[in-house]
């Protein structure tokens, strides 16, 4: 409920917050849940005052009487404060909320906030007031409570989109990894948007909190987590005594028996939404817990130590009812795109039905963490099934790259600019557009004509990666170089890997450090191969028994594989015999079979550097695997004259390199020399 129709996101966010920090420093009610509580009650009495009164917006003064209420005049503030409290009784009887709850704030204080909300209309437009200020207490309360972060908003109602939640046609929704309480807020929000075509608008609050009171609920282990989230909730529902989130370990399986008390069962829901504690860092070692996951197992009777999401994705399927629930759930991008992680998707496949993927801009954490994420939508089988890529190879899954969260990396909101480069008060998020995108696809039309970013693919294409890959960069990509591959002119291809000796990277070991010398080769890194003049202060000794591990030799080609991936480059003469990092893949070229000049062009090419990154893996820290630029498939034109123009003119700026870093070398020596260095 609740829109405005005047104010720029940025005006009303900081109108909201001068409210919650006004309150947490005056007012008699000084808890963020009693804050939230408070603020909720006047919204949603000018909600009511603007659908029976119709008054719009409002809180609508006259600027002499905003000036006595801001100033806090006595007789001013007695009577509007007086007017209000009427209002609320009315909005009570009538939408059955609050119980005999009071509203707790002062004369002075009720003024003072409706001053600072005068002029917004909450019930109409196209933003939700209530919800909003619900956001930005929520977020106060966790930073001042646990230093918490949790998921953004625009990502939780997107979920509710992709799990194409319906409570009306008997869809509950679970989140066993609560937090903050932001999936069931996004589960109360979408309730409210199809409660708007059902009921009448004094009926309807009230019939949104029966619904959400009944089918929603939440399990978080921190205590004060725990308490945010409810008091969130009630806050939203208008039920101040409304308790949907219990506090337990949703990593034992204990907490989801018939036998427990919990209303949380496992093999029972039809939809459950979360974003489970991530990070490389932090892995369960307790063999309690992980002799009871299949994917702490990865195939042998010894159970190893998993990291918490690897675990509660899992648990997560297991909470679905067969055959029917479904899951949104937020992943690092490693466990959809790393070759390590192989063993999820696989066990992925074989107990669900993939129905979407959308890759989250990487802002959308920050500033609180880099971690790449993934938002992944299944349907729980009603039996595992050893082959699904057999069977369903024709099933299409929806996939989409948004690009704008709607903030930037330090956590500054964005906003759109018009044609003249001007900023509006639009925010720039496009995660809207994909919701519209997947309703599109679910109603059978092409995802692509409402966003550009969002794409189908058959799970056929899934079964022709090897790492079962389920990143939807990877498969956009891939797409946008087949487009490229059918273009101008007449093409066949060639597997990279088909056209080399070997295409490696040395294993990491610790590096000897020794002064520069003649019994000494230089040690370069991945930065240094995009250089004209490498330079470099790390040597390695000649007779270190790794060194010929780390050697590159002319000709070879050179791509890094971690941070900055795919940064392109060739070994001149000149670096014949250097040692090189092993973040730094070599690429060794069969000379009989293809020029390395051309397969150098090609990798450096935009066509090229988008066929690398479909490769790109990690959530934290890019990487490229040898095996995948071994797959990779490089246009090569049947046209003769074309390829040795091409070639020609990549020997040539070789043969200039070379011919640049001898002339530099001397040029630096001589200098050297008649300083007396």
């Not at 209303?263 to 039809?270: A, F």
Request: proline share 6%; aromatic share 8%; net charge positive.
């Amino acid at each position: 409920m609740g829109k405005v129709a005047a104010h720029s996101p940025a005006d009303l966010d900081a109108r909201i917050k001068r409210i919650y920090d006004h309150l947490y420093a005056n007012a008699s009610v000084r808890t963020p849940a009693g804050i939230a509580a408070e603020v909720g009650k006047l919204i949603r009495t000018a909600a009511f005052m603007e659908g029976g009164a119709g008054v719009f917006p409002a809180f609508t003064m006259a600027p002499d009487v905003r000036s006595g209420l801001l100033k806090g005049e006595a007789a001013v503030t007695r009577r509007f404060a007086s007017d209000l409290r009427n209002r609320f009784a009315e909005m009570k009887a009538e939408w059955k909320l609050y119980n005999d709850a009071p509203l707790l704030l002062s004369d002075a204080d009720i003024a003072w906030c409706c001053a600072q909300l005068e002029g917004v209309t909450v019930s109409a437009g196209n933003r939700d007031v209530f919800g909003d200020a619900v956001e930005i207490f929520r977020t106060s309360w966790a930073k001042q409570s646990s230093g918490q972060f949790f998921t953004d908003s625009r990502v939780t109602h997107l979920a509710m989109i992709l799990l194409q939640f319906d409570p009306f046609a008997g869809d509950d929704l679970v989140d066993i990894c609560c937090g903050t309480g932001g999936f069931l807020l996004a589960g109360v929000d979408y309730i409210s948007q199809l409660a708007e075509k059902r009921f009448p608008t004094e009926k309807r609050e009230q019939s949104v909190a029966d619904i959400a009171l009944r089918l929603l609920r939440g399990q978080e282990i921190d205590p004060e987590i725990c308490e945010i989230a409810n008091a969130s909730l009630a806050c939203r529902l208008g039920h101040p005594t409304a308790r949907l989130v219990q506090r337990g370990d949703s990593l034992l399986p204990s907490s989801f028996t018939m036998a427990s008390e919990n209303v949380l069962i496992e093999g029972t829901h039809r939809c459950a939404a979360s974003n489970p504690p991530f990070g490389t860092k932090i892995t369960v070692k307790s063999h309690e817990i992980l002799r009871n996951y299949d994917l702490a197992k990865q195939g042998s009777a010894h159970v190893r130590p998993r990291a918490p999401d690897i675990l509660l994705l899992e648990r997560n399927i297991r909470m679905l009812k067969p055959g029917e629930g479904r899951l949104a759930i937020v992943l690092p991008y490693q466990i959809l795109s790393g070759p390590q992680t192989r063993y999820i998707r696989e066990w992925l496949l074989q107990r669900t039905h993939i129905e979407a993927v959308v890759d989250l801009p990487a802002e959308t954490f920050q500033p609180h963490t880099g971690t790449k994420t993934s938002l992944l939508v299944v349907r729980r089988r009603a039996k595992p099934i050893q082959n699904p890529i057999v069977s369903e190879s024709g099933s299409m899954l929806f996939m989409s790259t948004p690009k704008w969260i709607g903030h930037d990396r330090r956590g500054h909101p964005t906003y759109r600019r018009d044609p003249d480069g001007r900023p509006t008060a639009a925010v720039l998020s496009d995660i809207e557009d994909v919701g519209r995108a997947f309703e599109a696809f679910t109603a059978g039309s092409n995802p692509t004509s409402i966003h550009s970013d969002s794409f189908t693919i058959k799970l056929a294409q899934v079964s022709a990666d090897p790492d079962l890959r389920l990143n939807a960069r990877y498969y956009r990509e891939r797409k946008a170089s087949t487009r490229n591959g059918r273009a101008r002119g007449k093409w066949k291809t060639l597997r990279l890997g088909d056209a080399c000796e070997r295409i490696f990277f040395p294993g990491r070991f610790k590096r000897n450090y020794v002064e520069p010398s003649d019994s000494a080769v230089p040690f370069l890194g991945g930065s240094n191969i995009s250089e004209l003049f490498a330079q470099t202060n790390k040597w390695i000794s000649k007779d270190d028994p790794r060194l010929p591990d780390y050697i590159v030799r002319e000709g070879w080609l050179l791509v890094t594989r971690s941070g900055t991936t795919g940064i392109v480059s060739s070994v001149p003469p000149a670096w014949d015999g250097v040692a090189m990092s092993e973040h730094v893949i070599r690429i060794v070229p069969r000379l009989n079979v293809i020029s390395p000049a051309w397969i150098q062009a090609y990798l450096r090419s935009t066509v090229g550097q988008r066929a690398l990154s479909r490769g790109v893996f990690g959530s934290v820290i890019d990487e490229i695997t040898p095996a995948f630029i071994a797959d990779l498939e490089v246009p090569v034109p049947n046209d003769k004259d074309l390829f040795a123009r091409i070639v020609n003119a990549v020997e040539q700026a070789e043969e200039s390199r070379q011919a640049s870093i001898k002339n530099l070398r001397t040029a630096i020596s001589e200098i050297e020399s008649l300083l007396g260095h």
